[in-house]
C-alpha cells in the first residue's frame, strides 16, 4: 500500500455569497490535496501532518479528515492556538479574492509540536509540501522543517513540492524566494508555475525556469502554465502535454491542489508523465467547474483503484 504524508495548515473556510449566508467550510492547500489525493487513490495510506488547536472546530476539521478516510493521527492539538480562518469571494469568471485571519494559527506552531511529540514518520513513500507550509512558519522553525524533510529522505522518501507562492505570508520577496530555493534543492518532484517564478525571480520564460532548476536535479519537473501545455522534464524525457480548454469555470479555488494531487497519484500507481497530466488536468478541470475548494465526491472523476487509464473521466 502506497503511504503518503501531506504536511500544511488546515483552516476554516467562510464562503461569502450573494445571498450572505454563511457556511463553514475545511480547506488548506495541500489538505485540499490530500483530500483529492485519497479519493483518486483509495487503495491508499493518507496521513495529513499539520498542528490545530483544542476548540470545537477542530472536531469538524478532524471529522471531515476521517469521513474522507485522511488518518488524522498526526494532526497535533495545540492548547493555546486556534487554527487559521479565511474567507474567500469569487468573480463571475471564478476568480477568487482571500482574506485571512491566520494570526493565532496552530499551524505556525508546527515544528515546536513536532518535537515535543517526538513525530517520526516511518515507511513513508511520499511527502508533500508546499511554500505555503513554510509560509506560515517562523525563520527558525522553516529550518527545522527542511531538516525533518532531509531527514525523511535519506529514507528514501520521496519529496513532492509546489512554491505555490503568497506575497502577503512573507516578510518579503528576498526571503520568499530564498526559502523557496532551499526547499526546490531538496524534493524530487517539483511543480513551478510560471507566474510564481516571474514574481519570485524575473523568469520570463520555461527556458529559463527549467535552467534555473535544473542545476538542483529534481527527478521531475512539472511546469505548470495556466491554460498552456504542461511541460514535464524528467531523467528520460522533456514532454509537452496539451490541456482541454475549460468553460463555464464556476470557481478556481483549489484546480492547483487537485492538479499536484491527481498527477501524484497517478504516478505513485507508475503511470506515464502523458497519463497522470492529462488526469490531473481533467481532475482540475472539473474541481474548477463547481464552487468551493474541495467539491463534492459524487461529481468526482473514478478512482485509479479500479482503473489504470485516464478514459474514466
Known sequence: MHNSVFIGEVMVELPMTQSDAVTLNVAGDTFNSAIYFKRVLEDSQVSYLTAIGTDSFIQ?????????????????????????????????????????WRESSAAKDLMNLVINHKVSLRNVDLIYFSGITMAVLSATQRQMFLDFLIENKRQGTT?????????????????????????????????PGVEDHAALYGHSS??????????????????????????????YEDTLVPV??????????????????GYLACRAKQMSVKEAVEFAAQLAGTIIRHPGAIIPRHVMPCSLATTSSTTCI
Open 60 to 100: 469538524r476539521i478532524t471529522r471531515f479528515a476521517e469521513n474522507e478516510g485522511v488518518d488524522t493521527s498526526l494532526m497535533l492539538a495545540h492548547r493555546h492556538r486556534l487554527p487559521g480562518l479565511y474567507a474567500v469571494e469569487t468573480d463571475s469568471r471564478g476568480e477568487r479574492r482571500f482574506h485571512y
Open 159 to 191: 519529496i513532492a513540492f509546489d512554491p505555490n507562492y503568497r506575497p502577503i505570508l512573507w516578510e518579503g520577496i528576498e526571503q520568499a524566494a530564498d526559502w523557496t530555493r532551499q526547499a526546490y534543492a531538496l524534493s524530487d518532484i517539483v511543480f
Open 206 to 235: 520555461s527556458q529559463q525556469i527549467v535552467a534555473y532548476l535544473s542545476p538542483m536535479s529534481p527527478k521531475e519537473i512539472v511546469l505548470k502554465d495556466g491554460a498552456n501545455p504542461v511541460r514535464v522534464i524528467t531523467q
Open 244 to 261: 482541454t480548454q475549460v468553460s463555464h469555470v464556476v470557481d478556481t479555488t483549489s484546480a492547483g491542489d487537485g492538479f499536484t494531487a
